[in-house]
């Protein structure tokens, strides 16, 4: 249903992140024993910048390909329908920069000896595969977080979004 809600709002009320945040905090049906967190980016291409607006959801990870290093981005915030503001944010982006979006089911996922797969190892693993695709960087890290929790069974969804920034010109 948020999800119905969010395209409604992208394609008919606005293309500000902020506005559609605010909009959907105020008319997401959540039950009150639940909770939902969310990132909400938009890519300027032109301009190589994230802006983005979180509701309680994950760091985003950055890769700084000229400085071979991850950023924690925190992103935080209140969860959807409990806030009542939102700020709206920016990353630049420089060539060969990645973004790796996941869910706290991938950081949260555990093994038999009930530890996490966790944050540093998701940035290590950000680190070490920058230089695959998108797609090869989120099956890898699957990959590896699969290895980890062996038969443990996981409680929660493991998602992974991955993308990079090239400023390689097709004109």
């Known amino acids: 249903m948020v999800r119905d809600i969010l395209r409604a709002l992208i394609k008919n009320v606005s293309s500000d992140i902020l506005t559609i945040m605010e909009l959907l905090n105020r008319s997401a049906d959540i039950p009150r024993n639940m909770f ?10 032109d301009t190589n910048v994230i802006n983005y607006v979180s509701a309680g959801h994950e760091h985003i ?17 209140v969860v959807l329908s409990l806030a009542e503001k939102f700020n709206k944010q920016q990353l630049h982006l420089k060539h060969n920069d ?9 950081t949260e996922a555990r093994n038999m000896h009930q530890q996490q797969f966790g944050l540093q190892r998701t940035s290590d693993l950000l680190k070490l595969y920058c230089n ?16 980890f929790s062996g038969e443990t069974k996981q409680y929660d969804d493991i998602t992974l979004v991955a993308l990079r920034y090239s400023n390689i010109n097709y004109s």
């Open 132 to 147: 695959k695709s998108p797609k090869v960087l989120c099956e890898q890290i699957y990959k590896e977080l699969l290895l």
């Open 36 to 45: 939902m967190s969310l990132n909400l980016l938009q890519w300027e291409i």
């Open 61 to 77: 990870l950055l890769y700084r390909d000229a400085f071979e290093k991850v950023e924690h981005i925190k992103a935080g915030g």
């Open 98 to 106: 990645h973004i790796l979006l996941y869910t706290d089911g991938v």
